[in-house]
Nanobody, 128 residues
Framework: QVRLAESGGGSVHTGGSLRLSCVAS????????MGWFRQAPGKGREGIAA????????YYADSVKGRFAVSRDNTKNVGYLQMNRLQPDDTAMYYC?????????????????????WGQGTQVTVSS
């Protein structure tokens, strides 16, 4: 059984940084893509970053490109989302997700329906 647990959320001011972590258990070695999503109140779930099993390919939504960086440490089964230059529009619940993946297309990996396993989310609040 796959379990994902996010941590690292919190409250920061505009321009601040946070690093989210996603600890995974039960994933098949080197076969799972990981994605990061966020959902603000009253809005749909937005795919913002994704990384392939070996970490060689990363994708970003335009809304975060250049500010966020996704990475993973497969030796520790942890994924990371480094978020810099945070803005109030980044306020949302952030989720990590994982799935065994064969299609590494950007549109596929930034789509919520691609993923089979989800964490419980961690709240990020950015105030001006």
């Amino acid at each position: 059984q796959v379990r994902l647990a996010e941590s690292g959320g919190g409250s920061v001011h505009t321009g601040g940084s946070l690093r989210l972590s996603c600890v995974a258990s039960g994933l098949a070695d080197n076969s799972a893509c990981m994605g990061w999503f966020r959902q603000a109140p009253g809005k749909g779930r937005e795919g913002i970053a994704a990384i392939t099993p070996g970490g060689t390919i990363q994708y970003y939504a335009d809304s975060v490109k250049g500010r966020f960086a996704v990475s993973r440490d497969n030796t520790k089964n942890v994924g990371y989302l480094q978020m810099n230059r945070l803005q109030p529009d980044d306020t949302a619940m952030y989720y990590c997700a994982a799935t065994v993946c064969r299609d590494w297309q950007k549109d596929t990996l930034l789509r919520a329906t691609t993923y089979t396993d989800w964490g419980q989310g961690t709240q990020v609040t950015v105030s001006s």
